[in-house]
């Protein structure tokens, strides 16, 4: 059963910066992709930034530049850098993981997600 631990969201003011990580349990069980999403009350989840199975990155336009998305050589852990915070940036951040099938699944950013963690609050005051 893969499981997604998400970490380290706190309150900062604009400009400030955070590094959120995610543990992945069973992440050999894991596709290709894992990634970032964020959602705030009454919207639709936004996909903030996915990594590839060959390291390939893609960051949604509102984060480029100021956010960046890795993971360790093992894939177990995935992590986002923020930077330069801003205040639309407040919003429940959570990780997940595609599964090795090209079924099922929502998918974003060409990638077909299984598997959703729990989410960290992040909060950004101007």
């Known amino acids: 059963q893969v499981r997604l631990?998400?970490?380290g969201g706190d309150s900062v003011p604009a400009g400030g910066s955070l590094r959120l990580s995610c543990s992945i349990s069973d992440y050999t069980a894991t596709g290709?992709?894992?990634?970032?999403?964020?959602q705030v009350p009454g919207k639709e989840r936004e996909a903030v930034a996915m990594i590839?199975?060959?390291?390939?990155?893609?960051?949604?336009?509102?984060v480029k530049g100021r956010f960046t998305i890795s993971r360790d050589s093992a894939k177990?852990?995935?992590?986002?850098?923020?930077?330069?915070?801003?205040?639309?940036d407040t919003a429940m951040y959570s990780c997940a993981a595609s599964a090795p099938t090209s079924t099922g699944g929502t998918p974003y950013f060409g990638c077909r997600i299984h598997y959703w963690g729990q989410g960290t609050q992040v909060t950004v005051s101007s």
Do not use: E
């Open 5 to 7: 631990v998400a970490s």
């Open 52 to 62: 590839y199975g060959d390291g390939g990155t893609i960051h949604t336009d509102s």
């Open 32 to 38: 290709s992709c894992m990634g970032w999403f964020r």
């Open 76 to 88: 177990s852990s995935l992590y986002l850098q923020m930077n330069n915070l801003k205040p639309q």
